[in-house]
């Protein structure tokens, strides 16, 4: 913390050990810059969910909370462990009584941060509405702190523009857009609030927003489901965001698009 506010990084949707490697290497050259790390890791295992082990891993990398959206099921352990997994946030508006928490507030340097995880409606699987629920647990934190950030994630760029706003009238911090994989270029501060509507991804850049090309490309072609690998490849990418924010009042003050990438081959070995 300096001159009273907060620097903050959030990272795009990891994708698998591409993702995983390129994070890291990111945060052991770059981690003294920020006071406090989040990332999507909902495609950090394989492309499809979060294993324990790489929940751990992400931790020891210094993230300092971890964000999600609708593929944090699809490994099956999460069901074991995410109710003690205390920097692991899962989407708040699916139904009540699913596991894990929808919010958490933090707390870094003496600092308190609220983190909010919502998931969209719209061409995704159907939960509860996002909008009351949001602007109940917002107004909930700012009773603990002025600082509140949220990841939305979800498909359509309309959807994420409008909630942005409405979330901005009751005192939100930052907004993340995630789930499209591709980093928009329009960062802003709406009314205080720090927003982009997809903060990209981190990942293999050979492939198809992550994900191997032949196999993306025959879904195509023929229309059959196969299973999707992630990309591997020689060059990967660090999509992320970058926001300033005053620790009296949590207005983002600014805000800062991160794109970088590297020529490192990739580590050999089990892509869990």
Known sequence: MKNGTIKIIFFGDIVGKPGRNAVRDFLTD????????????????HGFGLTEKNYNDFIEYGIDAM?????????????????????LIRPINYPTGVKGA???IF????????????????????VDSPWEIVKSEIEKIKKET???LMDFHAEATAEKICFAKYCS???????????THVQTADECIIGGMAYITDAGFCGASDGVIGMEYNTSLSRFLTGIPERYEVAQG????????????????????TVKRVFCSNSKVEESGDEN
């Not at 770059?30 to 295992?45: C, G, L």
């Not at 870094?108 to 159907?126: E, H, Q, Y």
């Open 102 to 104: 929808g919010s958490r």
């Open 234 to 253: 020689k060059t990967t990418q660090v999509n992320a965001l970058e926001v300033d924010i005053d620790v009296n009042s949590g207005r983002a003050l």
């Open 30 to 45: 770059s981690k003294e810059k920020y006071d406090f790390v989040i990332a999507n890791i909902e495609n950090a295992s």
């Open 107 to 126: 707390e870094k340097d003496g600092i308190k941060i609220g983190v909010i995880n919502s998931i969209g409606r719209v061409f995704m699987n159907m």
């Open 67 to 87: 964000t999600c959206g609708n593929h944090i099921w699809d490994k099956k352990d999460v069901y074991t462990y995410i109710d003690s997994a205390d920097k």
């Open 169 to 179: 009238e009751f005192g939100l911090s930052a907004f993340f857009g995630t789930h």
């Open 146 to 148: 002025p600082i509140v």
